[in-house]
């Protein structure tokens, strides 16, 4: 690799740093560029996902406040997220690579009307669960706990699981049920098998699919993506380390952690300011970027 090229894989890790804070998909812009470089492509997905292990821990950081009150909703979606990503590892390592990015493209539109749709979709289920809600309040008032209501979620002022906002005016996520608490579990799951294999956007993917599945405001989603998205690539990158280290490029590696780190820090700081509106059309439009190259492949 010559000094212009790894100098353009230090800036590509900076923006997919920085991308993979604010939505994702900052894959699409490493590993083109790796490949372009001469990487072979499944040698490329290893480095990659090791080298942006610094980013995803700095944005993860970077959206602390959001994660605030999440910690016990993430503690029961990380074990589906560890075995999803070594089910995706492994079948990176046995696989022929283009058995995932067939469907890919498939993947990323169906991401995307539920990013757009999102909205109208959360209405309709509030809608659906407001008996519910009214009968919640009625037993806080009863038990003299007062109950805080917002625009997605009811739960009891002052509860462990309160958010980072304002005290007694941002509550927690609400508990969900059965049901629905399996739904997302299983959405975090196969994301995190196809995050294991190839991780080109999937915080697009799962972002849209917590979005359906979870009431919460879209900012403390990308919190929680973050997360689980660092754990993803975690658990790949041990295996493609312990398994495959001799196939990594160790170089291409630190440039892309360095440029990652500085990238995932700054990322998060300039997501977090974004409207919900702002973020979701983000989210589209490199949604639709993320598609036109993985087509390009």
């Not at 519910?132 to 309040?137: E, H, L, N, P, Q």
């Not at 037993?139 to 007694?168: H, I, L, N, Q, W």
């Not at 990158?237 to 490029?249: C, T």
């Amino acid at each position: 690799m010559t000094v212009l090229e790894a100098a353009l894989v230090l800036l590509a890790g900076l923006g997919a740093g920085t991308i993979n804070a604010i939505v994702g998909s900052g894959t699409l812009i490493t590993f083109p560029a790796l490949v372009a470089f001469g990487v072979p492509p499944v040698t490329a997905t290893m480095s990659n996902a090791v080298g942006l292990i610094p980013g995803n821990i700095a944005s993860s950081f970077g959206y602390r406040e959001e994660l605030r009150g999440q910690g016990r909703r993430l503690l029961q979606l990380l074990p589906a997220s560890l075995a999803g990503a070594l089910l995706g590892a492994y079948l990176l390592l046995t696989l022929p690579e283009d058995a995932f990015i067939t469907i890919v493209p498939v993947l990323l539109v169906f991401a995307l009307l539920l990013v757009v749709g999102q909205p109208a979709l959360q209405r309709y289920l509030k809608k659906r669960k407001a008996m519910r809600a009214d009968a919640r309040g009625e037993a806080g008032r009863r038990s003299g706990r007062p109950v805080v209501v917002r625009a997605d979620a009811e739960v009891p002022a002052g509860s462990d699981a309160e958010s980072g906002a304002a005290p007694g005016t941002v509550p927690g996520p609400p508990a969900l049920s059965t049901g629905r608490m399996l739904a997302v579990v299983l959405a975090v799951f196969l994301t995190a098998i196809y995050g294991g294999y190839f991780a080109a956007a999937q915080g697009i993917i799962l972002i849209a699919l917590l979005g359906l599945l979870l009431p919460e405001p879209l900012q403390r989603l990308n919190g929680a993506k973050n997360v689980l998205v660092l754990a993803v690539n975690t658990v790949a990158a041990a295996v493609y380390i312990i398994v495959g280290f001799d196939r990594i490029d160790w170089l291409a590696v630190l440039l892309i952690a360095i440029g990652s780190l500085i990238g995932g820090y700054f990322g998060a700081r300039i997501g977090r300011r974004f409207s919900p509106v702002l973020l979701r059309a983000i989210i589209v439009v490199l949604g639709l970027v993320a598609l036109w190259r993985i087509l390009q492949m």
